[in-house]
């Protein structure tokens, strides 16, 4: 893909050229930052070129102190789809794109981020069959909205391996969506044509490696207008100014960066399976598609009594097939080890169908070295009812935890591989865990040995949940008894309410986002080039929008707290509740007090500290202080070139007479409780 525009008033000269030049090039799709016409879509179908719309409107500006520019966002993104909504040329929209830092820590995170979320839900309500994101960027990285269908990062990083690993950490904010590069270019300007094009070339490369789902080059042309003047300093185009072709478009018109298979490993893909013969058909066929490596299956059956093993002999003939009496999912699991023929062991359920790609994106972890054992993301299948809604977004699915980007502490079974010569030292999974808790120990007992745990992006599993709420709660009692036996083995793992003391992070499925009560990283005075939220506990997946109504949102409220009290009453008899938090909030004494300079924001704040005023802390919502006050400032850009710098005081009563003295500005203010109402701190920006 490809970025195009926004162009002076005079450009683009001849759109039917840039697009039929574009297809040449090897392109599919473009990227706007603006709801095209009808005209300008049955150009880019000619061409076959899909667009991906960009919504223009106030996004730099205080949108929640003015909620009128928010409204009239809605009304233009309606008025745009029902226009072209159906166009068959028009693949989605960004409803937003890079909303600068300072101004969400203005307007505060969740708020912003509903204001996003509500564009996407109108767009999706009005066309469900075009994709909705919000093009982010590592500045507020905080900000992903809910219900986008994949998330999307504008990323200008100029060195490889900071590149490469800056996308896995996405990878893990994006939670079960798909990830894509919206923007990535170098200026050729400052840095020369061959570097921009070699850049373009590794960054391409490098997407593919990381399992992105698309990346887009910045720009077309190098012709830019932003806040209504051209820019004329930077030089990111494809082309230049007068549509001449720079090194750059022959490196994109290059093909796809192919995913290398690697016949250098043999795996072994270990399925254990008990009455499963309503599953294992849709499992083995799965597998059977799997490309990219050599590989056996093994089928390890754990006393079926529904003739699983004779549909698996009958129906699955180049499967090899171990007939067991019941002995319990370890047991079984270590059956199939012994029988493999592989050096790396590949563990996956029976209500599993992992990708094709599945065994390519594992050998690529095995290969490099430094992992004994690897897995990815396992992901329910879209559901198809409103209890397996609720089960999908419900807390206590099997989750990797990931102690940073790339290493993990703990790989479910569905979704687990491992070297033989690892899986034999550590002598293989223990016995006693019959149904469930034989991954957390295995994990466990092979990080204690020395070996350490991979995670690959790209190796998914489709992991079918429990069909109803009343499956998935025995599940989770199975889950605490099985936790009663990690207890007993790993006193040392768990705290006195029960629960596992994880180093690492619980993968909830949900894209990382800011909430009530979130500790966000902003650095001094909110100046971090990467902003990011402070999660203990992940965010889990949101509802399916198809199965969003009253019934399902009660049932999971309802199911949140109740499973983890069935997993704890059947892991020790007892249930915990947790210390609800509690905000800090501002005390009846304190008021607000909000206006507007002219000038730039970091100019005031070198004012500020010049006159004794301190940083606040990395993770404050507040710029500047002095003892009883703090300050917060942020740029506003409101559209032809008006700019001006918003300022918000908190301070106690006892502080006010000082005010004129303290803060370095004369003339009238107003002043707003701390817990005034939003609609009193609409009314007091009118007055203004």
Not at 52 to 58: E, S, V
Not at 339 to 368: K, Q
Not at 587 to 597: A, G, Q, T, W, Y
Request: charged share 25%; proline share 6%.
């Amino acid at each position: 893909m490809v970025t195009y525009g926004p162009f002076p008033p005079e450009r683009p000269r001849d759109l039917e050229s840039d697009l039929r030049r574009m297809a040449s090039a090897g392109f599919d799709a473009v990227r706007l930052y603006e709801m095209p016409d009808a005209r300008w879509l049955d150009v880019a179908l000619r061409h076959g070129l899909r667009v991906f719309a960009g919504l223009q409107w106030a996004q730099h500006a205080d949108f929640i102190g003015r909620p009128r520019w928010h409204s009239a966002a809605m009304v233009g993104l309606a008025s745009a789809l029902r226009e072209t909504g159906d166009h068959p040329a028009l693949a989605g929209v960004y409803v937003g794109n890079e909303i600068p830092a300072d101004l969400v820590r203005w307007m505060g995170p969740p708020r912003v981020r509903a204001a996003i979320e509500e564009l996407i839900a109108l767009g999706r309500s009005l066309a469900p069959h075009l994709l909705f994101a919000y093009a982010n960027y590592p500045s507020t990285e905080y900000l992903e909205p809910e219900n986008a269908d994949f998330t999307a990062f504008n990323i200008y990083l100029e060195e490889p391996e900071r590149f490469r690993s800056y996308l896995r950490r996405l990878h893990h904010i994006a939670g079960d969506r798909p990830l894509v590069v919206s923007e990535f270019g170098m200026d050729s300007r400052r840095n020369g044509p061959e570097r921009q094009a070699q850049a373009l070339a590794w960054a391409r490369r490098i997407a593919a490696e990381e399992a992105c789902a698309g990346s887009t080059a910045y720009a077309w042309s190098d012709a830019w207008w932003n806040d209504d003047e051209e820019v004329l300093d930077w030089d990111f185009g494809l082309t230049d100014r007068e549509g001449r072709e720079k090194p750059a478009l022959a490196v994109m018109a290059a093909a796809d960066p192919p995913l290398i298979a690697n016949d250098a490993i043999r795996f072994s893909v270990i399925v254990c399976t008990r009455d499963g013969h309503e599953r294992i058909g849709r499992c083995l066929r799965a597998i059977a598609a799997l490309r990219g490596a050599r590989f056996e299956t093994i089928v390890v059956d754990d006393g079926s009594t529904d003739g699983t093993a004779d549909r698996v002999a009958r129906h699955f003939p180049g499967v090899r097939l171990l007939r067991l009496e019941a002995c319990g999912l370890s047991a079984a699991r270590n059956a199939g080890a012994a029988a493999a023929r592989g050096e790396v062991l590949v563990f996956t359920d029976d209500d599993c169908e992992p990708d094709p790609d599945w065994l390519l994106w594992l050998a690529r972890i095995h290969a490099d070295g430094r992992f004994a054992a690897a897995g990815g993301p396992n992901l329910p299948p879209s559901p198809q009812t409103w209890q397996q809604a609720v089960v999908a977004s419900a807390p206590g699915a099997p989750s990797h935890v990931m102690i940073d980007d790339d290493e993990a502490e703990h790989l479910p079974g569905c979704n687990l591989s491992v070297c033989k010569q690892a899986f034999d030292a550590v002598g293989g999974f223990d016995p006693v865990f019959e149904t469930a808790g034989d991954d957390v120990d295995f994990c466990w007992r092979l990080r204690a040995a020395g070996y350490r745990l991979g995670f690959a992006a790209g190796a998914v599993v489709w992991h079918h949940r429990r069909p109803t709420i009343a499956a998935f709660l025995r599940q989770q009692a199975g889950y605490g008894r099985a936790e009663r036996l990690l207890v007993a083995k790993h006193p040392q793992r768990f705290s006195e309410s029960g629960s596992i003391r994880w180093l690492g992070f619980v993968y909830g499925g949900g894209p990382i986002r800011a909430g009530q009560g979130s500790i966000l990283y902003h650095g001094e005075m909110g100046l971090a080039g990467y902003q990011s939220v402070c999660n203990r506990m992940l965010p889990l997946r949101g509802l399916d929008a198809r199965f969003a109504g009253w019934r399902s949102r009660l049932a999971l409220a309802w199911l949140t707290f109740l499973a983890p009290q069935v997993r704890s009453w059947a892991r020790q008899r007892r249930i915990w509740i947790g210390r609800p938090h509690v905000d800090d909030v501002p005390s009846d004494d304190e008021v607000v007090i909000e206006r507007s300079l002219a000038g730039n924001r970091e100019e005031h704040l070198q004012k500020l500290i010049a006159k004794g005023w301190k940083p606040c802390g990395p993770t404050e919502s507040w710029d500047l202080r002095k003892p009883g006050i703090r300050l917060l400032l942020a740029n506003e850009h409101s559209g032809a070139g008006h700019r001006q710098t918003l300022v918000r005081v908190s301070c106690a009563e006892a502080h006010l007479r000082h005010l004129d003295q303290l803060v370095p500005w004369k003339g009238d203010i107003i002043r707003i409780p701390a817990k005034a109402p939003e609609r009193m701190r609409r009314k007091s920006r009118r007055r203004r």
